[in-house]
Each structure stands twice: as C-alpha cells, then as structure tokens.
C-alpha cells in the first residue's frame, strides 16, 4: 500500500548481469509501468512464500505443517523497497528456495554426486543473473561437512557443474574474440573489504524491531535446539551459515547497499530459522510478528506523509 501511494515516475527492470547480456538479449527494461512492475512484483513474493512454504512442510523443520513461513516471507519482504519492485536479486530467490530443497534432501540421499553437480549448476545460472550469488559455492562444501562423510568426487562434482554452465559462457566469449571480457566477469571477487560504510540509517530503522526479535528467538531457539531431531539441527546449522556466508557477498558490488545480501542471499531463511521455534509459545511468536509488522507499517505512513508535504 505505502509503494502503491507513493509510486516512482519510472521503474527499469534489468534481470541480467551485464556480461550476460552479451549472449542474451531481453529487452524487458521499460516493458512494465511503475505499478505493473509493483504488481507483478508482488505475484511473484507470494509464489516464492508459496515454494518457500511447502519447502518447509515438506521436510518436517516445524513441529506441525502450517502457513508461518509463508506469512513470515511475505512480511519480511515489504522491508525494503528493492523487495517490493521486480529486480534482479527477486528472481535470485526461486533459486535459492530450489537449492535449499536440495540441500534438505542431501541427508536422506545415498549418493549427492548428482545433487551437488545439479547445485552448482543453479549457482551458476544465479551468477549470470546477479554476481553476489556466487558466494553460495561455499555452501556446497559446508553442506557437506553437515550431512556427508569425506567422498571427493561429492566434493568437486558441484564445482564441475558451476564451470560446466561458464565453460559454454567462455566459449561464447571466444567465438565472438571477447575472451579478454570474460576474464573481467571474475574482477569483483578482487575487490577489498570496504573499511567505510557510507548508511543513510533513516532507510534501515526498520531493522531495529528485526533485529529485538532476533535476539529473542535466537534465546529461544538456543533453548529448544538440542531437544530437536538431528536432521533439524543440522538444518539449522546450513541455514545460519547460508546467512553468514551472505554477508559477504556484498563486497563484489562496487556500491555498499545492504539489500544486496538481503535480497539475494538466504534472508528468507534466516528470518524463519529465528521465529520457527516459538510455535509452542502463541504468546511469545506474536510479539515477534507485531515488533516486525507495526514499526515497518508506521515507518511506511510517516514516509508516505512527508512525501505529501514535498
């Protein structure tokens, strides 16, 4: 509603990375109108509450089966704007629900050769997409060390089939005498840890009831932690290193915006891995529903309000 009431003159949507766009071209830039590109924006967040949700279900991570993650999808992404518009990052997150699902699966597999292979594939076609998604290779080996014992070719398939997808990308390159183009795809994993952070705060007040209801839960999940089955628990532990590997990828964009590893990276899961555990507790999770929900609708009408007075 606050996006609605206060739309932009104009919205671009660019999906693709500009070394991909070398191959592929989709003139989708001016396509939509500002509310058309809201709106099928929001198609597209309750189908991914949708997947994320029988995810979730499907793998028995919640006491009983019900719609909470969905729910918590949907809230967490009317955080930022970047969420509410269609963006390369958004079209990032049906990726990362599918390799999730995967990761999931690998525990109750005999062999994750193909698995993995399958993975790293995904990751590529995410890194054409939007290059910060590239840190989830490292999830690869984590996974691993999660839910395997030691196989070397688990360990290097995933890896195989993340080059399988930017070997084609590299022969392209070459035909076209770019080779030199292709190299520079790779520059930004050289870049340095910026030492400043230039924030405008006004844009992440909106993290400070978040960040209250993090530190609740992660109490209460600390407590329910070892009460809970193993493949839980070390459905758990990926999670949370998804959300700490994420962090990172932020340092491959020139420009420091935090939506950069929000959006792409796994903050869907993370979100559900601090509230999931308060089922138990109707008193407890509805306080970190409302800490979330209200401070956000009372920052959007406080913007939306001095927008009028512009």
């Known amino acids: 509603m606050a996006i609605f009431a206060d ?37 597209i967040i309750f189908g991914q509450a949708i997947l994320f949700n029988r995810v ?44 999730m699902d995967k990761f999931l699966k690998m525990g109750k597999a005999q062999n994750a050769i193909m698995t993995m292979f399958d993975v790293g594939m995904i990751i590529a076609i995410g890194t054409l997409i939007y290059f910060p998604f590239i840190v989830m290779l490292a999830m690869l080996w984590f996974t691993l060390l999660l839910y395997r014992s030691f196989s070397w070719r688990e360990w290097i398939s995933g890896l195989v089939g993340f080059l399988t997808i930017f070997f084609f990308v590299g022969v392209y390159y070459y035909w076209n005498d770019n080779l030199s183009m292709f190299y520079k795809i790779w520059l930004p994993l050289t870049n340095k840890f910026p030492s400043v952070f230039k924030i405008n705060y006004n844009d992440y007040l909106v993290l400070v009831p978040v960040a ?54 796994p903050r869907e899961q993370f979100y559900w891995l601090t509230i999931s555990q308060t089922q138990k507790r109707d008193g407890f ?24 007075k512009r």
Request: glycine fraction near 2%; hydrophobic fraction near 55%.
């Open 7 to 43: 739309l932009p003159s104009s919205l671009q949507f660019e999906f693709l990375e500009p070394y991909t766009k070398f191959f592929i071209q989709i003139p989708l830039q001016n396509t939509f109108s500002p509310a058309g590109n809201v709106f099928f924006a929001g198609i």
């Open 56 to 99: 979730v279900n499907n793998h028995g991570l919640l006491s009983k089966p019900g719609y909470l993650p969905a729910l918590l999808y949907v809230t967490a992404s009317s955080l930022f704007m970047p969420f509410l518009i269609l963006s390369p990052t958004l079209i990032c997150n049906f990726l990362m629900i599918w390799i």
């Open 212 to 265: 209250v209801m993090i530190v609740l839960a992660t109490l209460q999940l600390r407590e329910n932690f070892f009460r809970s089955f193993i493949s839980t628990r070390k459905a758990f532990q990926m999670l949370f290193f998804m959300f700490l590997i994420s962090i990172v990828s932020f340092y491959t964009k020139p420009d420091f915006r935090l939506y950069h590893f929000l959006l792409c990276v």
């Open 285 to 308: 999770m509805k306080v970190c529903f409302w800490s979330l929900f209200l401070p956000f609708s009372t920052f959007c009408l406080f913007n939306f309000f001095n927008n009028l």
